[in-house]
């Protein structure tokens, strides 16, 4: 975000100067594309926390149980999922962020990493909608194990 202000403060530098450069316009251009990139992959990962959290509230016993509303947020994350995450990882977008550039040199691992969160949470929806309560949890489980796993290869501490 900081670094999102500085670049436009640059770039309104850049507008108002006498000559401007179109090699620093392209640039300016193109870390715009990367921020983009990286709002959109920082923003879907809000959305699977907003989803996931709930269920691990219920499945821990910290909020009672409510198959219903379990139901609702299993169903929110399987959607989520299936927006393209992969679109928010550009090939070297590193600017202002926590994903590690390991992405990019194993990027087979990351996709099939993406893969098995698409599996894991859309079994939590059939599940869910089962209603079976051990099951659930069998399957919450396996479903965080999915965020884990990436993000231990992935990102950052
Ligand atoms: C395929 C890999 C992958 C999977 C699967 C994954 N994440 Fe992430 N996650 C990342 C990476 C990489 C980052 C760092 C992104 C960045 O800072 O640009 C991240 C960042 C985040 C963030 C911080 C976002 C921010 O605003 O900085 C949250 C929250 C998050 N993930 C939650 C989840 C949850 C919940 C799941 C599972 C439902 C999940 N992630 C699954 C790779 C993954």
């Not at 251009?29 to 920082?42: S, Y």
């Not at 959305?47 to 499945?59: A, D, E, F, N, T």
């Not at 070297?92 to 993406?114: C, L, N, P, V």
């Not at 079994?123 to 489980?141: E, H």
Request: glycine fraction near 8%.
């Amino acid at each position: 975000m900081r670094e999102r202000i500085l670049s436009a403060m640059v770039m309104a530098g850049l507008i108002g100067a006498a000559g401007i450069s179109p090699m620093a316009l392209a640039d300016g251009h193109k870390n715009t594309a990367v921020q983009g990139a990286v709002d959109f992959r920082e923003s879907t990962m809000t959305i699977y926390k907003w989803y996931l959290q709930p269920m691990g509230g219920m499945v821990k016993g910290k909020v009672p149980f409510n198959k219903e509303v379990f139901k609702q947020k299993a169903d929110g994350l399987a959607w989520a999922a299936s927006l393209n995450l992969l679109e928010g990882f550009p090939k070297g977008s590193m600017h202002d962020t926590e994903a590690k550039a390991e992405i990019w040199e194993r990027w087979d691992d990351f996709q099939a990493k993406y893969e098995t969160l698409k599996t894991e949470s859309a079994k939590l929806q059939q599940v869910a909608a089962g209603g079976d309560v051990a099951a659930i949890k069998a399957q919450f489980a396996q479903t965080a194990k999915s965020c884990k796993g990436c993000h231990q290869a992935f990102r950052e501490k």
